[in-house]
């Protein structure tokens, strides 16, 4: 090799390891990165589909049925109550087994009083208006939506209502990793969240939990 050609050899050598040692050193750390940014987007998101799922429940209760969209669930946290009742045992005469026996007969009933009626909004939210804006995803990928379903199951020939709200995590990483975000989606754990969405209830059975592991927080 002649002397001249040396000096340029050792700089692209030099250059050469310094990116090798780029590339290894990033192979190790953008993984780290990326699983930090999504436990902490994810625990936001799941915060709003708590949220959701709670509001959801509630118009199930009062109305026996689920919303079908945001704006009705909103409006029916505004304006709904929950009746306050109290339930107890009682024994009454049995006017029907004492003519038929001819001596005197008692049956036992439930007595349901209403004792009363509490805001939904109070019940739930407390002095928060956060559920005004629980239908924003609140990371990502800016200005997207919870997708959300409600309507009917066929169960032994009975109706039963469900509901499902969703959100990709292409919207929640939006800005990550594009081949991360891939790995992401094809999850199968038990300690992670399984599918390419996050998710609370579903359209295709009568279920209201959450798709995430318990690390995250309640998902029943």
């Known amino acids: 090799m002649p002397a001249k050609a040396k000096p340029f050899v050792t700089i692209a050598l030099w250059a050469l390891i310094i990116f090798l040692g780029y590339q290894t050193y990033m192979s190790i750390y953008e993984p780290i990165q990326f699983n930090k940014v999504k436990k902490k987007r994810y625990a936001k998101v799941i915060e709003s589909l708590i949220d959701i799922r709670d509001a959801q429940l509630a118009h199930k209760t009062v109305t026996g049925k689920f919303a079908k969209d945001f704006?009705?669930?909103?409006?029916?946290?505004?304006?709904?109550?929950?009746?306050?009742?109290?339930?107890?045992?009682?024994?009454?005469?049995?006017?029907?087994?004492?003519?038929?026996?001819?001596?005197?007969?008692?049956?036992?009933?439930?007595?349901?009083?209403?004792l009363g009626?509490?805001?939904?909004?109070?019940?739930?939210?407390?002095?928060?208006?956060?559920?005004?804006?629980?239908?924003?995803?609140?990371?990502?990928?800016?200005?997207?939506?919870?997708?959300?379903?409600?309507?009917?199951?066929?169960?032994?020939?009975?109706?039963?209502?469900?509901?499902?709200?969703?959100?990709?995590k292409n919207v929640i990483l939006d800005d990550q990793n594009r081949d991360l975000i891939i790995q992401e989606n094809q999850v199968v754990s038990v300690d992670g969240v399984n599918g390419d969405k996050l998710k609370v209830g579903s359209m295709e059975e009568v279920n209201t939990t959450g798709n995430w592991p318990k690390t995250y927080g309640s998902n029943e």
């Open 71 to 114: 704006d009705g669930l909103v409006k029916f946290i505004d304006t709904a109550e929950f009746t306050i009742t109290q339930r107890k045992d009682s024994t009454i005469p049995d006017e029907e087994m004492t003519k038929r026996y001819g001596v005197e007969m008692t049956k036992e009933i439930i007595v349901i009083d209403t």
């Open 117 to 168: 009626f509490e805001s939904v909004k109070d019940s739930l939210f407390k002095n928060s208006d956060r559920y005004k804006t629980m239908m924003n995803v609140p990371v990502g990928k800016e200005g997207e939506k919870f997708k959300m379903q409600a309507g009917f199951i066929q169960q032994n020939g009975i109706n039963i209502p469900v509901f499902e709200a969703s959100v990709k």
